[in-house]
């Protein structure tokens, strides 16, 4: 099967399982265990934050996020296809009470113009805006990036107005490879940052939070009352850490891959348009007389796995799993279509 539903299909390789499986462990609930220590300080150290906290999935870390920056009678400010809003399960009010702005961005993204123009006035009817959140890359906006000073721009509309930033950086590592920053000049913007260790970076398990000592031990309870201290995790901190030194640069393997998808895809009738591709995340829309379960059902008959990615549009993820002759496959499968 070639599976292109999602980078998270990834399974540990054969150096990372057996650095998995020497790892130090300890009580993590009890501060101890030394493999999680290191992959908190690692991270924090990447992006120049002053702590960091490892959960079990990305849409923890967004909630603790949320929970631990806004509450009750408060609104959080999110582009309309963000993860934290369409795929935390309604989490942002059943976590923290706050109130939802969605900003009709492009391709995931918003502009400092929108977020400031979202922001409420000091007006007993409204909600007290407290949050901007990111995503970058945005996962419904086709892998798209925000520049450094995209950023920047909305930064400074943020700290005008005394509002806090979050990065829900589930991809971020594939934003780094490709665009204009590092990992430290994020951490000087955000005030908390989420990241995915699951995704691109091929580990089975785990997502980080960054933010200032004072938030991580905030963000420490709320990780507990969610359930989300564990263990002995530290066997999968140490894939984590041996994921931050080797699986970032590659990543651009993973891009190549989207890139020559790209081209490919636009050479069919049957396919309307691409979402112009910046990273690993392909999306295109069917022709309206195509349907897409049926698209689907025949690319699975020729073993390639894609998603549904609302209407006419199917969503290819490129990743570490991938063998070197998958456009060659998918392009043999598609080249029979109809
Ligand atoms: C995958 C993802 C997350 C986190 O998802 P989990 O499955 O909970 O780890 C968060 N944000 C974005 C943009 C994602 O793609």
Not at 25 to 39: C, K, M, Y
Not at 77 to 91: D, F, L, R, T
Not at 225 to 241: P, T
Request: one cysteine or more; hydrophobic letters at 40%; aromatic letters at 6%.
């Amino acid at each position: 099967m070639i599976d292109l539903r999602s980078d998270t299909v990834t399974k540990p390789t054969p150096e990372m399982l057996s650095a998995m499986m020497s790892a130090p462990i300890g009580d993590d609930v009890f501060g101890e265990d030394p493999s999680i220590n290191a992959l908190q300080e690692k991270a924090a150290l990447l992006f120049g934050m002053e702590d960091a906290l490892f959960c079990p999935s990305g849409t923890m870390t967004n909630q603790i996020a949320i929970s631990a920056h806004v509450g009750a009678l408060e609104e959080i400010i999110v582009e309309k296809e963000s993860h934290i809003y369409q795929y935390e399960g309604g989490g942002i009010f059943h976590n923290s009470r706050a109130s939802v702005k969605l900003v009709d961005g492009e391709n995931g993204k918003m502009t400092a113009e929108q977020v400031k123009s979202s922001i409420n006035p000091d007006d007993i009817h409204k909600p007290v805006s407290v949050l901007v959140s990111l995503e970058n890359t945005t996962n419904r906006g086709g892998g798209n990036i925000y520049s450094l000073s995209e950023l920047k721009e909305i930064k400074k509309v943020v700290d005008e107005n005394g509002l806090k930033l979050h990065l829900d950086g589930a991809r971020v590592f594939n934003a780094i490879v490709e665009g204009d920053y590092s990992e430290s000049d994020l951490g000087s913007i955000f005030d908390s940052i989420s990241i995915c260790l699951s995704k691109g970076l091929g580990c089975p398990v785990g997502s980080l939070l960054l933010g200032s000592k004072q938030f991580i031990r905030k963000a420490r309870r709320i990780r507990k009352v969610l359930g989300g201290g564990m263990r002995q995790a530290g066997f999968l901190a140490q894939a984590g850490i041996y994921a931050l030194d080797n699986h970032i640069e590659r990543l651009k393997e993973d891009h190549l891959l989207a890139k020559a998808f790209e081209s490919l895809l636009q050479e069919y009738s049957f396919i309307e348009k691409v979402i112009p591709v910046k990273t690993n995340i392909v999306i295109f829309h069917l022709k309206d007389s195509i349907d897409p379960q049926e698209f689907l059902s025949y690319l699975k008959s020729k073993e390639v796995l894609a998603v549904h990615f609302g209407e006419q549009a199917i969503r290819f993820v490129t990743h570490l799993d991938l063998a070197t002759d998958t456009l060659k496959r998918v392009q043999s499968a598609l080249n029979e279509f109809n």
